[in-house]
């Protein structure tokens, strides 16, 4: 029987352990999709209980409390921290098979020094042993960055954001992390969604620019990506939770966005219409950029009416969307390509079933010269776990080539999440020591070095356009 999570935890053999220890374990960390927030970064946020830092806001473990009985009270609701640590507590050790056990007990363990295993026993000497250490002034939200070695991190940023703090955080010396702002429009294309209006004139607002026609809509968002740009982003970011694509022109969209300004009702036809001609236009200007553009796909969101009432969203209650996506993608970054603007691209997936449709779908539009120009990104949210990630990467490895894959990313809202990076690289280094020891792979050392320093971070620091001083702080 094996350890519990001793140091060969999912090194599933020799060759596993030793590209692991000798080529993976110590490569800095390039975060390049996360939603950490800038502002406690600057600010070197303290967490004053482990509830603070793990709990809050954390809805991956919210659903597997309500899934284990907890009443609401004690996860969202105002109970004292240390009773919502304890439901959590209590809660663990029916997490097995879940990534969940794993990441706690990893995350106690390198950030904590915590070995114990956490239940309801062992909650209160975890509780203090790690609210002493997070009161020591050592465990501040930069402070945690530092010690998980993360070079760069891309928040996710609305285009009418001042990026006041990333201004902040690059002048700041003593913090040798580059935090880059990436650009989510996402509320300037949901021309549907309540608020669409106001997100208009708030774009107007922080531009500069009238936004009376179309045209204006457009100007207004290439100059802040401009903007993002000067602040070092070179990747954007679209959630499209249902892929849509329909063949249009710039006056048929130019009425539709007239149409939305006057409060007038606008059809899913002409949202797609929308959408489209949007995205085209601003994969064009990523593409003159040398960003890489980030789709999302296939969240199905706010499911449940009655808690989104109470509590909002992003509180556990969003699922996998099982719509189609091959013809309406392909069409969408077609017309990229035949204008010569399709930029570096990375499709997600929060459906596994995608992952052949996506890996394939990217064969058909790499080119330029550029490694991996289009990616299959790593697995996301439900898939961020064992089989999802070594399915991502099978997929990826039998259609098309792994070793230009650009690895792993938290999306996470945590500054305790960088563990998963950890957690990637023991599965990269397992599954290729199998390769190695089924005799399918040569046992090539300098070969198996390049690939796996590759996946783990020299691909990403190669992929992304970062401004030359980036990686030099
Ligand atoms: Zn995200």
Redesign the pocket.
């Known amino acids: 029987m094996k350890k519990f999570m001793d140091d060969n935890f999912l090194l599933t053999n020799e060759t596993a352990a030793h590209l692991y220890n000798t080529y993976a374990k110590d490569m800095p960390i390039i975060d390049y999709?996360?939603?950490l927030n800038p502002q406690e970064i600057y600010e070197n946020k303290q967490f004053k209980t482990l509830t603070n830092v793990w709990l809050d806001g954390d809805h991956y473990k919210w659903r597997l409390m309500r899934a284990n009985g907890i009443e609401e009270e004690q996860i969202t609701g105002s109970a004292s921290d240390y009773e919502k640590f304890l439901a959590w507590a209590k809660t663990v050790p029916m997490t097995i098979g879940n990534p969940l056990y794993h990441w706690t007990h990893l995350e106690l363990k390198r950030f904590f020094d915590i070995d114990e295993i956490l239940n309801e026993h062992t909650a209160p000497f975890i509780w203090e042993k790690a609210n002493e250490k997070l009161r020591s002034g050592k465990f501040g939200a930069r402070d945690l960055i530092t010690r998980s070695n993360v070079k760069v991190i891309c928040t996710?940023d609305d285009p009418t954001d001042s990026l006041e703090y990333h201004m902040k955080l690059r002048d700041l010396q003593e913090f040798e992390t580059q935090v880059l702002p990436s650009f989510r429009p996402d509320k300037g294309l949901e021309i549907n969604q309540e608020g669409f209006k106001n997100w208009i004139a708030k774009l107007q607002d922080c531009s500069h620019h009238f936004i009376h026609t179309y045209d204006d809509l457009l100007k207004a968002l290439e100059s802040r990506a401009r903007f993002f740009h000067s602040m070092g982003g070179r990747l954007s970011?679209h959630?499209l939770n249902k892929m849509v694509y329909t063949k249009t022109s710039k006056e048929e969209v130019s009425e539709i966005f007239l149409k939305a300004l006057k409060g007038e009702g606008v059809s899913t036809e002409e949202e797609s219409k929308y959408k489209s001609y949007t995205l085209i236009f601003l994969g064009n200007l990523y593409n003159e950029l040398g960003w890489a553009m980030q789709f999302?796909l296939h969240a199905l969101r706010n499911n449940n009416t009655k808690m989104f009432h109470q509590l909002g969203p992003d509180t556990g209650y969003d699922s996998m969307y099982d719509g189609q996506v091959a013809e309406p993608l392909v069409q969408l970054l077609d017309q990229m390509d035949v204008q010569n603007s399709l930029p570096k691209t990375i499709l997600y997936s929060l459906n596994p079933k995608d992952n052949y449709v996506l890996a394939s779908i990217i064969g058909s539009f790499q080119g330029d010269g550029i490694p991996g120009k289009l990616q299959l990104g790593t697995a996301?949210?439900f898939n961020d776990q064992r089989e999802g990630m070594l399915e991502q990467m099978k997929a990826l490895s039998n259609v098309g080539l792994f070793s230009r894959f650009i690895g792993m990313l938290t999306?996470s809202r945590s500054f305790l999440s960088y563990t998963r990076h950890e957690y990637f690289r023991r599965l990269v280094c397992s599954l290729i020591g199998t390769w190695v020891e089924e005799g399918e792979v040569p046992n090539d050392q300098q070969l198996l070095e390049q690939i796996v320093k590759g996946i783990c971070y020299e691909n990403a620091k190669d992929y992304f356009s970062f401004p030359a001083y980036i990686l030099q702080k």
């Open positions: 999709h996360c939603h996710t970011d959630a999302h996301w949210w999306d």
